[in-house]
């Protein structure tokens, strides 16, 4: 039959067939407290981990470090981005997690299942939409798909199958031949593949790289729906914008350290962050007593005076400024305001970590 595995959904080579874990019952919910809670309280705390990575390195076998001391845990049913340039370390980051990358240094737990020395149970509860685009081109599309799920030691389920390929508009392509599929299709059908198996836990490495604006909005629809349904998303994307849309909390991660993890709307407040530059009459020396009150910075020599303030804020501050600049004698010829945005945020975090 088949085949060589080239299947990132199913990488680990050997037996393949994934037996879910014991702990998940037939609902998916799991029991925090096992066999010794209290009949009838089930302990679901709302910041419940998922996934735990502790120290987690990786040195590649040519000697590169790939990875350096990774600590980060990712929250059940939280859609999480993780940012950062190219060669940062996103796709090993996954690739460790979901058992295709052996670790060098540290450990990963996915629902209290290690990845290493309880890899099936781990690997079950993950579905990877891989950023490369491999498939069998030869076979249908209906049949890729049903065999992921088999991978998985699932048994047959064409009424779910059947729903992740209308959920995901290839219903109609079926029966067509992978290789005859649009590249978008090519990248529908690997998520598609991975959700074959009902994970509780989806990988998307760059799902939107190169696909229209229309495929983009649908993939942003389709995690929202599964999100809803209580999966967690992991996704990595150089779209800033897509992680400002999606994520519940957003990573960066640069030459393999992560340097920053932080809620998004934490970062949006961040966002909304601008700075009023007022090129001064004279010179100052130092920021008057009078002024401490303000988030006030000297620059360009004494010439320039910048606040920073908050654009939702009420009141912004700049009125009452302006008037203790006057009390002040402090008089200015000309004043710009700038916004900085994520993207800013991304960049700046990124040259600073050099
Ligand atoms: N098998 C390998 N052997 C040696 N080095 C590797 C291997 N795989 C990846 N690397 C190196 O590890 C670093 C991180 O690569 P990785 O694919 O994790 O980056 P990434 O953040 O996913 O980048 P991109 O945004 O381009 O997808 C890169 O410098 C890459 O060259
Ligand atoms: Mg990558």
Redesign the pocket.
């Known amino acids: 039959m088949r085949r060589v595995n080239r299947d990132m959904n199913a990488e680990e080579p050997g037996d393949r067939t994934a037996a879910p874990p014991a702990s998940v019952g037939a609902t998916g919910k799991r029991q925090v407290l096992g066999a010794q809670s209290l009949p009838g309280i089930c302990y679901r705390p709302l910041m419940q981990t998922i996934i735990s990575i502790t120290h987690l390195a990786k040195i590649?076998?040519?000697g590169?470090q790939?990875l350096v001391g990774i600590d980060l845990d990712i929250r059940r049913g939280e859609i999480f981005a993780l940012l950062?340039?190219?060669?940062?370390?996103?796709?090993?980051?996954i690739?460790i997690i979901c058992g295709i990358v052996n670790p060098s240094q540290g450990r990963v737990t996915v629902d209290g299942h290690d990845i290493v020395d309880d890899f099936r149970a781990a690997r079950a509860l993950i579905g990877l939409v891989p950023?490369e685009l491999t498939t069998d081109a030869f076979e249908s599309v209906w049949n890729t798909v049903s065999f992921s799920r088999g991978l998985f030691g699932k048994p047959p389920n064409p009424e779910h199958i059947e729903k992740v390929l209308r959920d995901l508009s290839l219903w109609d392509k079926k029966d067509n031949r992978v290789m005859t599929l649009s590249g978008g299709m090519k990248r529908r059908l690997l998520i598609a593949k991975a959700l074959s198996h009902e994970p509780k836990i989806l990988f998307l490495?760059?799902p939107t790289a190169g696909v229209d604006v229309n495929l983009r909005r649908d993939m942003w629809a389709l995690v929202r729906t599964l999100r809803d349904t209580g999966v967690t998303i992991i996704l990595?994307t150089?779209y800033i914008d897509e992680a400002e849309e999606m994520a519940d909390r957003i990573g960066v991660?640069n030459r393999?350290e992560l340097i920053l993890v932080e809620d998004k709307a934490e970062l949006m407040h961040k966002l909304g962050r601008k700075r009023l530059s007022l090129q001064l009459h004279r010179p100052l020396e130092f920021i008057p007593s009078a002024l401490a009150a303000y988030r006030l910075e000297l620059t360009d020599g004494g010439c320039e005076l910048a606040y920073t303030y908050d654009t939702r804020a009420e009141p912004t501050g700049i009125v009452a400024l302006l008037e203790a600049l006057s009390a002040a004698d402090i008089g200015f010829k000309d004043l710009q305001t700038t916004q900085s945005s994520l993207e800013d945020i991304f960049v700046s975090l990124v040259k600073d970590s050099k």
Request: net charge negative.
């Open positions: 590649y076998a040519s590169f790939a950062g340039p190219n060669g940062a370390g996103k796709t090993t980051l690739s950023q490495d760059e990595t150089h991660i393999g």
